[in-house]
């Protein structure tokens, strides 16, 4: 029996992209459901579901201010039953709003007239439609952080440029953690009010930092994702200049700390001369970047962990104790899967100055790309937008990773898998538990060492140290950073190599 296509287009209404993830991995999870996507029709998204298979012919009449309900069963049943849920699942806030509950206005004009105090708006629309909604923002005197990813890169120039003109900051797009006057947004954690201002270019590079930065008894003012792009030779660090201002006025912070990957030769230039007239102590990270000399204020480090201690004014210290494992027999490679694109950066950043040959779907540079084949160590950042088009980020949904874990897990030349968990609000409810389910499809006697980190903090939904505890109950070793996991990981290896 051949499978049933349903697609059913609800005109003029828009929900949040997160929510309608959400909403299609409760669809997909029915019986008889084989495949579903709730999104917003715009042609990029109109093509990944033909590509999936979940389009019955062409979306006629239907736009980008459209919602198409796409759904693949077994049989008609099971597509009417998933149409029905979908539906149901829609009309939760219309019903919420019937019944006198809060609901969020539809518009930034209408959000304002209800907030007229407000200064910052959070934009998560289709990319398509990202940044006429940012102008608006800016346009009434709103600072805007946008979500959205899949923005055209003219498009943010544009938008930054004239923004800068206005005296407001575009944070993103593809920004994906901020945390303002003590308030987290999006992917962040939930971390003390401090005296540490961070700017990243994306979000778990902040995470990381700002959940060290608590473990060692400090705290956060404010927390500015620009974008990973920002810091890009055409935006030329509009975001990121920005931000190093109004930190540097901030009389709330007191050490910065400045978060990429290398920056492009100008912006470098441009960047390391604003840091350099800062008048407080600065920590940047550019991770994978060669050293380089500012002002006697300004400590470059290499690694996430070392610019966390640096800013809570901790000197760096050794990588913590590799526990001795037992080795599965002559096994030759690490595998890092990972969720975090700046976490993988790291790794990659480690393991390259131990001299290994690394590759990585997301190099940095003197990383070799993947090519048809895997080399000794291979480090791939399973958010990118390969893994993840059409689908949530494994942030949200651990499911992404679900394949490459598997395979991962069964091949016989790898010696460690490397796995970070990042948890905080916004994130799935239990990562830990779904890796622990993977584990066990495997016996420990025929699976590689598994590695993790956990970035998060005990104030966190998840709480961290419940996380760490269901993973070394599976007898998987727990890291206490990501910099760590990546050193334990090397160590691993070299022991397999003289074994």
């Known amino acids: 029996m051949s499978a049933v296509v349903i697609n059913r287009a609800r005109k003029g209404l828009y929900l949040d992209s997160v929510v309608l993830m959400r909403f299609s991995r409760t669809i997909v999870a029915l019986d008889g459901v084989e495949e579903a996507a709730l999104m917003m ?61 809060a609901w969020r206005p539809r518009t930034i004009r209408t959000a304002l007239e209800q907030r007229p105090g407000a200064n910052l708006a959070l934009i998560s629309v289709p990319g398509d439609f990202a940044v006429s909604e940012a102008r608006k923002a800016i346009r ?52 003390p009010k401090g005296d540490v201002g961070i700017i ?40 990121t200049l920005m931000a190093l201002d109004a930190l540097a006025n901030d009389a709330s912070t007191k050490h910065i700390v400045l978060i990429s990957k290398p ?33 006697s204020d300004v400590v ?16 760096p210290d050794a990588a913590a104790v590799c526990p001795t494992v037992p080795l599965n027999g002559k096994r ?41 084949g895997e080399g000794m160590i291979t480090l791939l950042d399973l958010g990118d937008d390969a893994y993840t088009r059409g689908r949530p980020h494994p942030m949200i949904d651990p499911e992404v990773r679900d394949a490459p874990i598997a ?46 980190s956990v970035t998060g903090t005990d104030a966190d939904p998840q709480r961290r140290s419940a996380q760490v505890a269901a993973l070394e109950g599976e007898g998987v070793i727990v890291a206490p950073t990501n910099a760590d996991a990546a050193v334990w990981a090397l160590e691993i290896l070299a022991r397999n190599r003289t074994a």
């Open 200 to 239: 990243g270019a994306s979000g778990t590079g902040i995470q990381e930092v700002s959940c060290l930065i608590a473990r060692h008894g400090g705290g956060i003012s404010h927390a500015i994702g620009v974008g990973g792009r920002d810091l890009g030779e055409a935006v030329g660090g509009i975001s």
């Open 407 to 452: 395979a991962t897990f069964e091949d016989p030349e790898v010696a460690v898998v490397l796995l970070d968990l990042v948890i905080g609000l916004g994130t799935h409810a239990d990562p830990a538990g779904h890796i622990v389910r993977s584990a066990r499809q495997v016996s420990p006697d025929g699976r590689p060492i598994i590695i993790a």
């Open 263 to 295: 920056p492009s030769p100008s912006v470098m230039e441009a960047v390391s001369a604003r840091v350099a007239a800062v008048e407080k102590p600065v920590t940047v990270c550019f991770i994978g970047a060669e050293a380089v000399t500012v002002s």
């Open 41 to 101: 029709a715009t042609p990029a998204n109109l093509e990944i579901m033909r590509d999936a298979g979940l389009l019955d012919g062409e979306a006629v009449g239907v736009g980008g201010g459209d919602l198409m309900i796409a759904i693949r069963a077994r049989d008609a049943d099971a597509a009417e039953n998933a149409l029905a849920m979908a539906e149901g699942l829609l009309d939760q806030p219309r019903s919420a709003a019937a019944n006198g509950a």
């Open 332 to 372: 030759r490679k690490i595998r890092g899967l990972f969720s975090g694109g700046t976490l993988c950066a790291e790794a990659q950043a480690i393991m390259l100055g131990a001299g290994d040959d690394v590759a990585s779907n997301a190099p940095i540079p003197g990383v070799s790309p993947v090519g048809d």
């Open 140 to 191: 009434r005197g709103l600072h805007a952080m946008i979500f959205s990813d899949n923005v055209p890169l003219e498009e943010e120039v544009a938008l930054k440029r004239e923004a800068r003109d206005l005296g407001r900051l575009v944070m993103g797009p593809d920004c994906g953690t901020a945390i303002i006057n003590g308030t987290p947004i999006a992917f962040a954690n939930r971390v």
């Open 300 to 315: 470059q480090t290499f690694t996430l962990k070392d610019a966390a201690m640096r800013a809570v004014g901790t000197e």
